[in-house]
């Protein structure tokens, strides 16, 4: 599992370098290639790290930055060869000068688009309607009679 994580963290840092996608793509299957190697016993997590340095060196020599990482990682897998420092600690030592060399940037969080208050709409509309209602004249039934030169209107 941490050596999931800490690939993943390393693939995100290479694909950030400015190699362009035919190195990455490149550099990605090599890796692949070593880090079988790696899981079937055929080599060391020192031969491991050299052969991802060398293979940094020769594939994204444009951005020094990712090639010093590969090479601190050399540094932590000898270490850990030695018995100096534990897995979890050449991880965490990795993943930290991973995270000094490229920050990782604040994404701004996308806002969800403000949902409309159904309720509050309907009572808005209700009302208005109401208003407009109130407004415009009743329709009435009115009779107008004339009586003796007197018009009389009457209206229900």
Do not use: H, W
Request: hydrophobic share 40%.
């Amino acid at each position: 599992m941490k050596r999931l994580i800490a690939a993943a963290a390393l693939a995100a840092i290479t694909s950030l370098c400015a190699a362009g996608p035919a190195a990455d793509m490149a550099f990605s299957q090599e890796s692949d290639r070593l880090n079988a190697q790696l899981d079937a016993g055929k080599m060391t997590p020192l031969e491991f790290a050299r052969g991802q340095a060398a293979l940094a060196k020769t594939l994204l020599s444009d951005d020094q930055r990712i090639v010093q990482i590969y090479e601190y990682k050399v540094e932590l897998a000898s270490q850990l060869e030695r018995g100096e420092i534990t897995r979890e600690q050449m991880l965490s030592n990795l993943a930290a000068r991973a995270d000094a060399y490229y920050p990782q940037q604040a994404q701004p969080v996308a806002q969800p688009a403000p949902q409309p208050n159904l309720a509050g709409a309907m009572a808005l509309r209700v009302f208005a309607d109401s208003f407009n209602r109130s407004r415009q004249p009743v329709p009435r039934n009115c009779q107008t009679i004339a009586l003796g030169g007197t018009y009389t209107t009457t209206c229900q």
